[in-house]
């Protein structure tokens, strides 16, 4: 389903009067545009499913020496903004942390970024944006085995309500033979840090 903007831009103009200011003033006047515009970049992701996600950058390369070894490929630090979705408030300073062991094709490096960003550009948890990544890093590399670390910073518990600016929230999602394995887990945490 795509993003309606011009609804967006009838809400936010709402918001702006039910806080009591005039969105017709010069410094408010464009700023139902800005926001939507905003909305339409920062939560691309609603715009596609998961799977339709795992195909617009699933770019695989054949490789048969990585398949049937415990070989992994692990993309670390990858920045990304996210927003919660009970607060619709921002995840910064968020670092997410990809690891797979490849079954005879190797997806491009880029595309694992890729498909982080468009995953965290949605109204999300961060538990959600693990597993996401992980459905569409394991489907579009054709690999069941996928580990995903994330680090983040709420502003809905940094800034507002309990405001903890030093607490950050770490997650780990485990997929395949990421599961069971202590030793593989150990792996990806000893590369993560
Ligand atoms: N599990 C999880 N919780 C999140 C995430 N982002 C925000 N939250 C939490 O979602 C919860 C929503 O709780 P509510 O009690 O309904 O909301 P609230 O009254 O604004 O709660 P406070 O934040 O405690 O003031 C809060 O505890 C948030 O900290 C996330 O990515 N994962
Ligand atoms: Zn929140």
Do not use: W
């Not at 489907?139 to 910073?153: C, Q, R, T």
Request: proline residues 3%.
């Amino acid at each position: 389903m795509a993003i309606d903007k011009e609804a967006i831009k009838e809400h936010i103009r709402g918001i702006l009067v039910a806080l009591g200011d005039d969105p017709d003033r010069e410094g408010l006047k464009e700023t139902p545009d800005r926001v939507a515009r905003m909305y339409e970049e920062v939560f691309e992701g609603m715009n596609y499913t998961n799977d339709e996600i795992a195909e617009m950058f699933g770019k695989t390369f054949k490789e048969e020496d990585a398949a049937h070894t415990s070989d992994m490929v692990f993309v670390k630090d990858i920045e990304v903004f996210s927003y919660c979705e009970h607060h619709m408030a921002l995840m910064y300073d968020m670092k997410v942390s990809v690891a797979y062991i490849p079954h005879g094709r190797v997806l491009g490096l880029s595309k694992i970024a890729r498909i982080a960003d468009m995953v965290a550009k949605r109204l999300q948890l961060q538990e959600r944006i693990g597993s996401d990544i992980a459905y569409v890093v394991g489907k579009a590399a054709g690999s069941p085995d996928v580990a995903v670390l994330i680090e983040a910073n709420h502003s809905c518990m940094t800034a507002r309500g309990i405001k903890k600016p030093g607490t950050k929230t770490y997650t780990t999602t485990f997929r395949g033979a990421f599961e069971n394995d202590v030793n593989l887990q150990n792996k990806v945490l000893m590369m993560n840090r």
